[in-house]
């Protein structure tokens, strides 16, 4: 079982940039490759990107591309996504997920509880 801790999430304006980090206290997180995840009210869960066990290969949501950056650090157990020039739509829950093997869309073994990004207009 490997458990993860979201953090970073609040209330942000338009433009504005956030970085929300995973945590997990295991001693396996270099064992999983990791995604990122949200979900608005009312839409589906939606796919933001993922990264490697070792942070060489990422992949991302055309719609992200250019503005969210994922990145890790296992020496800390911990996952990171950098939103820049955030947008009102961008408002929702986000999830980290873990998973063995490539990183990619999923499915997904392992779910964060979620932290919430606001963004004012």
């Known amino acids: 079982q490997v458990q993860l801790v979201e953090s970073g999430g609040g209330l942000v304006q338009a433009g504005g940039s956030l970085r929300l980090s995973c945590a997990t206290p295991?001693?396996?997180?270099?064992?999983?490759?990791m995604g990122w995840f949200r979900q608005a009210p009312g839409n589906e869960r939606e796919f933001l990107g993922a990264?490697?066990?070792?942070?060489?290969?990422?992949t991302y949501a055309d719609f992200v591309k250019g503005r969210f950056t994922i990145s890790r650090d296992n020496a800390k157990n911990t996952l990171y996504l950098q939103m820049n020039n955030l947008k009102p739509e961008d408002t929702a829950v986000y999830y980290c997920?873990?998973?063995?093997?490539?990183?990619?869309?999923?499915?997904?073994?392992?779910w964060g509880q979620g932290t919430q990004v606001t963004v004012s207009s």
């Open positions: 990264i490697s066990w070792n942070g060489g290969f990422m």
């Open positions: 997920a873990a998973r063995p093997g490539s990183a990619g869309r999923g499915p997904y073994d392992y």
């Open positions: 295991g001693p396996t997180f270099s064992d999983y490759s």
